[in-house]
């Protein structure tokens, strides 16, 4: 921990009951990770809308610059053969 009074920010994830992605909810404040899963069921699953947390300390997350998006994604627009837009699609297929 810092050296600062403050107990560092948690981020946190929540899986619904539809789904299989957990998907960012919100942020607090805990002293360690056990007390940011607690503080997390408490605000965040009142309505027993989840069925699974991730609490993730904020200053552990990794993430990539907004200005680097050329380099990281750019590169995959020459690689046709990755998207399926060359396909025939029969005509019972209307979904895609």
């Known amino acids: 921990m810092s050296n600062n009074k403050e107990w560092p920010l948690w981020e946190v994830f929540l899986r619904s009951r539809a789904g299989l992605d957990h998907k960012h909810c919100g942020s607090l404040h805990a002293a360690d990770g056990a007390m ?13 809308e989840g069925v699974s947390i991730w609490v993730v300390r904020a200053d ?26 060359f396909y025939e699609l029969p005509d019972e297929v209307d979904h895609m």
Do not use: C, E, N
Not at 61 to 85: G, N, Q
């Open 36 to 48: 940011a899963l607690q503080l997390a069921r408490d605000v965040y699953t009142r309505r027993q």
């Open 60 to 85: 552990h997350i990794h993430a990539s610059d907004p200005t680097d998006k050329a380099a990281l994604f750019d590169p995959m627009a020459d690689k046709i053969y990755r998207h399926p837009t």
